[in-house]
């Protein structure tokens, strides 16, 4: 059965049931994500996947009688259903696929897909067709379920899907596409790599239900300005252990002569007594610099900083404010469970960051020798 099929099927009653099998949360989710979409007044705005247009509707009430909203659907009965409403401002309703937008490039100024990417044929390039009518400064808010990796978000599927497999009415027996659908969606940070590969930049990210519900969001940026950037850059992570020192001879390795180079080390914390913070903060930033020693001489663009804070959430919003690349960080080789009770940097910046992330492991980019 194709997906628009389906959803005829559901039609006037989708949005009684995606409240009830959402535990009333699917409403605070449409909201938060409009609120991130931040319509203005006179607006353009498309909602991809709209259904039976609850969040369209809440858009053309923000963009006001001057702008243009706009809901897309693939399926003929949630159009019928979005129709119903009265509606001051009016919508355009349009019957149509996501990977195939009926629209001009660099057309709308905000662009929305919520509940409706994983159910596409092919997600990504759904997604690359929202960057394309997106102008550019425009913002992308993405709403949807994804494939989780924490253990929170795993529980969460489970339960979804123990749910809907046992709706078997006729009326509802649709329904079983809800987890079934997780299958076919990106991971949170999938989702996050291909938005800022297609353009979108300072690509943020918020969770629920561990990470099986996310709303990712950010800005399409000026592809002048990007090529004016010049190469891409990396973001090193160090805290002075021999792991991520180790790091060096890698990037010494692999990295192209002038390739900007980010070496950060995050104060982890506060203490009452001025003295002993000063000496940390200056240990800190020997890591740092001791770093910097290890990498050859003149061949990259290499700068160091010092921050304060947690050091999982401060790299990572770091790296999302430099826009930084690909972040390394080493990698001691703990267990999960033991890496989650010490706060394991390297595996918060995997499951966080929203560039690629390599873990290097102790010992693999070192040179051992052996005993003489």
Same mark, same amino acid.
């Given at each position: &059965?194709?997906?628009?099929?389906?959803?005829?099927? *559901?039609?006037? !009653?989708?949005?009684?049931?995606?409240?009830?099998?959402?535990?009333?949360?699917?409403?605070?989710? !449409? !909201?938060?994500?409009?609120?991130?979409?931040?319509?203005?007044?006179?607006?353009?705005?498309?909602?991809?996947?709209?259904?039976?247009?609850?969040?369209?509707?809440?858009?053309?009430?923000? %963009?006001?009688?001057?702008?243009?909203?706009?809901?897309?659907?693939?399926? =003929?009965?949630?159009?019928?259903? +979005?129709?119903?409403?009265?509606?001051?401002?009016?919508?355009?309703?349009?019957?149509?696929?996501?990977?195939?937008?009926?629209?001009?490039?660099?057309?709308?100024?905000?662009?929305?897909? /919520?509940?409706?990417?994983?159910?596409?044929?092919?997600?990504?390039?759904?997604?690359?067709?929202?960057?394309?009518?997106?102008?550019?400064?425009?913002?992308?808010?993405?709403?949807?379920?994804?494939?989780? &990796?924490?253990?929170?978000?795993?529980?969460?599927?489970?339960?979804?899907?123990?749910?809907?497999?046992?709706?078997?009415?006729?009326?509802?027996?649709?329904?079983?596409?809800?987890?079934?659908?997780?299958?076919?969606?990106?991971?949170?940070?999938?989702?996050?790599?291909?938005?800022?590969?297609?353009?979108?930049?300072?690509?943020?990210?918020?969770?629920?239900?561990?990470?099986?519900?996310?709303?990712?969001?950010?800005?399409?940026?000026?592809?002048?300005?990007?090529? /004016?950037?010049?190469?891409?850059?990396?973001?090193? +992570? $160090?805290?002075?252990?021999?792991? +991520?020192?180790?790091?060096?001879?890698?990037?010494?390795?692999?990295?192209?002569?002038?390739?900007?180079?980010?070496?950060?080390? $995050?104060?982890?914390?506060?203490?009452?007594?001025?003295?002993?913070?000063?000496?940390?903060?200056?240990?800190?930033?020997?890591?740092?610099? %001791?770093?910097?020693?290890?990498?050859?001489?003149?061949?990259?663009?290499?700068?160091?900083?010092?921050? !304060?804070?947690?050091?999982?959430?401060?790299?990572?919003?770091? /790296? *999302?404010?430099?826009?930084?690349?690909?972040?390394?960080?080493?990698? =001691?080789?703990?267990?999960?469970?033991?890496?989650?009770? +010490?706060?394991?940097?390297?595996?918060?910046?995997?499951?966080?960051?929203?560039?690629?992330?390599? &873990?290097?492991?102790?010992?693999?980019?070192?040179? $051992?020798?052996?005993?003489?």
């Amino acid at each position: &059965m194709e997906t628009p099929e389906l959803f005829n099927q *559901i039609a006037s !009653h989708y949005e009684q049931w995606s409240n009830v099998l959402s535990g009333e949360g699917i409403r605070a989710w !449409h !909201h938060f994500a409009v609120e991130q979409l931040d319509i203005r007044p006179g607006e353009s705005v498309l909602d991809v996947g709209c259904g039976t247009g609850v969040v369209t509707r809440m858009l053309a009430e923000r %963009a006001g009688s001057l702008g243009q909203v706009t809901g897309l659907d693939p399926s =003929k009965a949630m159009l019928a259903e +979005a129709r119903r409403h009265v509606q001051f401002p009016p919508v355009a309703w349009v019957e149509g696929e996501g990977e195939h937008l009926p629209f001009p490039n660099e057309h709308f100024d905000a662009v929305t897909a /919520q509940f409706s990417l994983r159910n596409m044929r092919d997600w990504s390039a759904g997604l690359r067709e929202m960057v394309r009518v997106l102008k550019p400064g425009g913002r992308l808010v993405l709403l949807d379920i994804v494939q989780p &990796m924490s253990t929170l978000g795993s529980l969460a599927w489970n339960g979804l899907k123990a749910v809907t497999q046992h709706l078997t009415g006729s009326h509802v027996k649709a329904y079983q596409w809800l987890g079934m659908s997780v299958e076919h969606a990106p991971t949170r940070l999938e989702l996050l790599t291909e938005a800022s590969r297609l353009g979108i930049d300072a690509v943020t990210a918020h969770g629920w239900l561990g990470d099986l519900v996310v709303a990712v969001s950010g800005k399409k940026g000026d592809p002048t300005a990007r090529a /004016q950037r010049g190469p891409l850059s990396v973001m090193w +992570a $160090v805290d002075g252990s021999a792991t +991520a020192l180790g790091v060096a001879e890698g990037l010494n390795r692999m990295l192209a002569p002038g390739c900007p180079i980010h070496i950060v080390s $995050v104060v982890p914390g506060a203490t009452a007594d001025p003295e002993l913070q000063e000496t940390d903060e200056r240990t800190w930033r020997q890591h740092a610099e %001791a770093a910097k020693r290890r990498l050859l001489p003149g061949r990259f663009q290499v700068s160091v900083t010092l921050l !304060h804070g947690d050091p999982g959430p401060t790299l990572v919003r770091y /790296q *999302i404010e430099q826009q930084v690349a690909l972040c390394v960080v080493g990698q =001691k080789g703990r267990s999960r469970r033991a890496d989650h009770y +010490a706060g394991s940097v390297a595996r918060y910046l995997s499951d966080h960051a929203t560039c690629a992330v390599l &873990m290097v492991p102790t010992g693999l980019l070192t040179p $051992v020798h052996p005993a003489i």
